[in-house]
């Protein structure tokens, strides 16, 4: 699982800051924290994670993510207690096509469904369209994680299409469901009604 409590004489770099959650550059001191998710069943299924990792190969792919421009992997936390929740990175960022894709996981059961993952999205969109100005964010869902097509729906997110059997697991196939967001649907969301 996921979690982390944070010692209250140790300072959090907060890059993103909510009411509720603030996203966190990740290092490699959470290499174990980051390392323990990829083996929880519930994350595997629903991000459909089929690979193991070995601790050496997660801290080697937090250093990389650190140095890779083209993408921003931050950890989740909330702010009260400053325990960490899950992981959301803008990945694949294309600086000619203003595009990138965004991916999201809430970890344990108890910290999804009360709008942390909704309330973490809306930061990282800002800080997608706003700061990188990026005019195109999507994302890929599998058909069979209802609660987060709901979330990406209520966030904004717009259905494109459909990939078919995209994903094997379990002995199944599942579809995959591609959504994307453009700069001005985030702009006339959240922007202007800030604004307003």
Avoid: W
């Amino acid at each position: 699982m996921m979690t982390q409590q944070t010692s209250s004489s140790e300072p959090v770099a907060r890059l993103l800051e909510g009411s509720r959650v603030y996203l966190r550059p990740v290092n490699v001191e959470d290499t174990e924290l980051y390392y323990n998710t990829l083996f929880d069943q519930d994350v595997r299924r629903l991000t459909g994670t089929q690979r193991s990792f070995t601790k050496d190969q997660i801290a080697r792919y937090i250093e990389a993510k650190g140095q890779d421009a083209s993408s921003l992997l931050l950890l989740i936390a909330l702010r009260e207690g400053d325990r960490v929740i899950g992981d959301i990175a803008l990945q694949d960022m294309d600086s000619l096509n203003r595009s990138a894709n965004i991916r999201i996981a809430i970890n344990e059961q108890g910290n999804q469904g009360k709008g942390y993952g909704t309330e973490a999205l809306v930061l990282m969109l800002g800080y997608g369209f706003g700061i990188c100005n990026l005019h195109r964010i999507e994302l890929n869902v599998f058909d069979f994680n209802e609660r987060a097509i709901r979330c990406y729906e209520k966030v904004g997110f717009q259905r494109e299409g459909v990939q078919r059997d995209a994903l094997f697991y379990n002995h199944e196939y599942h579809d995959s469901i591609l959504m994307s967001m453009l700069d001005h649907e985030y702009r006339d969301r959240y922007v202007k009604k800030a604004e307003s």
